[in-house]
């Protein structure tokens, strides 16, 4: 069965951290660009940042600097490492893998929650 699954997400203060994991079951990640999605109520589903197959990453301007995207092919995982959080990136946060990122995925994950609030 192919699979993403993410994990990682929580409530957590203006300033902390968490980090979030996408785990992938039935193919081989690092065959695909995988990419990290979130969405709010009432907005589309946003890209925030990329992992090319061949290990290049890509942000959106808003996470430069905050966010870190990484990939460990031992664990077929990819992680999205946020620093700085701020409460505008609060939402639902999704993993895709495709032929291409941000558009382009083939598989998805469910989603991870990120609260971040005071």
């Known amino acids: 069965q192919l699979q993403l699954v993410e994990s990682g997400g929580g409530l957590v203060q203006p300033g902390g951290s968490l980090r979030l994991s996408c785990a992938a079951s039935?193919?081989?990640?690092?065959?695909?660009?995988v990419g990290w999605y979130r969405q709010v109520p009432g907005k589309e589903r946003e890209g925030v940042s990329c992992i090319a197959n061949s290990g290049s990453t890509t942000y959106i301007d808003s996470v430069k600097g905050r966010f870190t995207i990484s990939r460990d092919d031992a664990q077929n995982t990819v992680y999205l490492q946020m620093n700085s959080l701020k409460p505008e990136d609060t939402g639902i946060y999704f993993c895709g893998a495709g032929i291409a990122c941000p558009y382009g995925m083939d598989y998805w994950g469910n989603g991870t929650l990120v609260t971040v609030s005071s």
């Open positions: 039935g193919f081989t990640l690092n065959y695909y660009h």
